[in-house]
């Protein structure tokens, strides 16, 4: 029996390596790694603007769908005015991700969205976004340096 596979979804970033100035698609190496770990095919998914009006040829391929970081998402996919500290957006990642989550939703399969990916679910699903939390909750304590990730763990369970 193959062993089930996992779509990550990509962000769309410029990097620099070596020589190479780019426009890029990648994923945090320890998604690919944690998928791994579990027993999985990790299958890196970069935006496909072909698959926008009908991904199944893709999900079809899939046993679970992770939804990544990444930029900001672009306002008008949810119907709202852009924000003056809203950063860089790829709309066409944004486009992709949306019919694919909606399409793995439909299908039943394991959706899990990673920050920006909890954002895209619930757009997904018919959402807003308070784009500049600091606007509603008066601070930013939830960014102790500015340009640095929180992380955590978490503890997953069947089911």
């Not at 500290?85 to 439909?106: C, M, Q, S």
């Amino acid at each position: 029996m193959s062993p089930p596979a996992v779509g990550i979804c990509t962000a769309v970033e410029r990097a620099r390596w070596t020589v190479w100035e780019e426009t890029v698609t990648m994923a945090p190496r320890s998604y690919a790694a944690a998928v791994q770990g579990a027993g999985a095919l990790a299958l890196l998914l970069p935006p496909d603007e072909s698959m926008v009006s009908d991904p199944s040829p893709l999900l079809g391929r899939l046993d679970g769908l992770i939804l990544a970081g990444g930029s900001d998402i672009d306002p008008a996919t949810y119907g709202a005015e852009r924000h003056p500290e809203t950063k860089t957006t790829w709309p066409g990642r944004d486009e992709f991700e949306i019919a694919v989550a909606r399409g793995a939703l439909d299908r039943g399969l394991p959706v899990l969205g990673i920050c920006r990916g909890m954002q895209l679910l619930n757009i997904a699903l018919g959402g807003t976004l308070v784009q500049h939390l600091p606007d509603l909750v008066g601070h930013s304590d939830h960014m102790h340096t500015p340009g640095a990730f929180g992380d955590h763990e978490v503890r997953l369970e069947p089911g």
